[in-house]
């Protein structure tokens, strides 16, 4: 073809000196990347939760055979889950620490219900590397702040679950749940 | 005599020519590999590497042919393993032992390479591929330590998946992708047995990387000056024969440890089925993680403990630009010995560190203790290279031999 412009050849240069061949290879090369990718995604995917393991699920618990100062442990979602009806002291020592002594600020109040103040239900999993901390037992060790004490590596938490001494970063997370009457529980 | 080639010669030869096996294994690990004359014990721990890799693969091939990947079904699967199965105490004992023996090998070859400066030029990418190794070894052992779903398997799983939580942002999506549900469960351990298979094979593939890199410029020795091709003997039958020796002192030990101690490794815990509910009082890893857990444990903060872990083994692929001397083996360098033996104890006292609760004496020397590990590659390494005089290095490997000789 007589009339073929040089800028349709394969080796013509652009603007920025690369050639149309280049350019073939660079877009062939992304695409491939792009493919590769997508085609690894569902492979990486499979390793997350599974969908019946994310299927949510509940546990309920009936609060009435617990007694002041006792404490127990239920599972959730193969966790275990502290529940501990609190004194009036341990809950008057909550709410009198000043927020910059603690390490996440946060409020007693916003850690429980209103009205049930004295249930403090938590995730029984030490924020720092996983461990089940000791305190509900009743012999139990409590740390310094008597509430809970994970002894794998010397964390503290006090009776509203918050992180004050040691290396965890977080106060016991706080699970949802509602009250479904006056002693019953759901968690999730 | 007749010149005639034998049936089986030609035959070889036939094969040969069409897939070099046998010269390619000659090449490698035989007669055609020259090595210097004057290598040391310590340079039989490379081989002995090898025959434990070997060995894993074997006894953990056929440990899976009774093993069963399930929470509820694995622990007695072990048990099962440890009672009824033929042999199958042995197995286990071989796998579980072999384990911490093919660490003990490896800390002795890595020492061996960091006393005789192994890591420095030409020898680099030969060293990041051991380190790579080591890497390997150690997801490999941290996944079969899980297997058996006893108490020390699942807390330690759970202890060492919740390290990646460290990290901001991604740490909490890294971690529940790690477990594929909301703790150390059932899909944890299916994921890890096979990748548990995997691995092993993975490290196969460096082995090859490994040599492959060793064979460019040759072994390191002793005296870390270069060899001189006179004083290269074929590795076979010269070190092939050494090796054979050493592996038999080594069988001894080991062996003397699968059938008389075969516990005293491991902890007794492990024989407690995991329950998720109830965290033991003192976790600890197994002894050959102790020294990087005594780290991770010596920093108060959750996320600069954890880069400090990891840290501690990811300087090891800086080393050889750290490391100032241009002197490789410490026999020559008079002050950078007495460090490296400092760390060398240093890293046994991280050891003991690791296996106690962190309180007290403990931790305060693994405080110690960290900081010298790092101040031994960051401070030690570049400043005693550019400070002390070594002595003279002789000129060649024969030299000193043939000086004492006139
Ligand atoms: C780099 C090589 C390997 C290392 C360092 C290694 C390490 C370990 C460790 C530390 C255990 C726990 C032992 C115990 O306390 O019971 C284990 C268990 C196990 N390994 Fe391996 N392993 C390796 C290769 C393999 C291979 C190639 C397989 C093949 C499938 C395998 C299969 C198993 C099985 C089935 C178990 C569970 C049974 C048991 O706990 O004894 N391993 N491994
Ligand atoms: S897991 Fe609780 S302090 Fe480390």
Redesign the interface.
Known sequence: MANMAPAHTPESTGADGETRRDFLLHTTVAFGAVGTAMAVWPLISSMNPAADTLALSTTEFNLGGLQEGQAVTIVWRGKPVFVRYRTPAEIEAARNTPMNDLVEPAKDEDRVKKGKEKYLILVGVCTHLGCIPLGTKAMDARGDFGGWFCPCHGSHYDTSGRIRKGPAPENLKVPPYQFLDDTTVRIG | MSTEKSVWRRAFEWHEARLPLVSFIDNSVGSKYPAPKNLNYFWNFGSLAGFMLVTMILTGIFLAMNYTPHKDMAFDSVERIMRDVNFGWLIRYMHANGASFFFIVVYIHIFRGLYYGSYKAPREVLWWMGILIFLAMMATAFMGYVLPWGQMSF?GA??I???F??LPIIGEPIV????????V?N?TLN?FFSLHYLLPFVIVGLVVFHIWALHIPGSNNPLGIEAAPADKIPFHPYYTAKDAFGLGVFLLVYFAIVFWYPNILGDPLNYVVAN????P???VPEWYFLPFYAIL?AI????L?VLAMFGAILVLFVLPWLDTSRVRSANFRPWFRVFFWLFFINGLVLGWCGSQ???GLPLVLGRVCTFYYFFFFFVIMPVVGWMETPKPLPASISSPVMKAAE
């Open positions: 807390w759970t202890v998946t919740n390290l939580s460290a529940t992708f790690l477990w594929g549900g909301f703790g469960d899909p994921r998720p509910l109830v965290t009082t003192h976790i444990r108060p903060d959750k996320l403990g609760l962190p309180e």
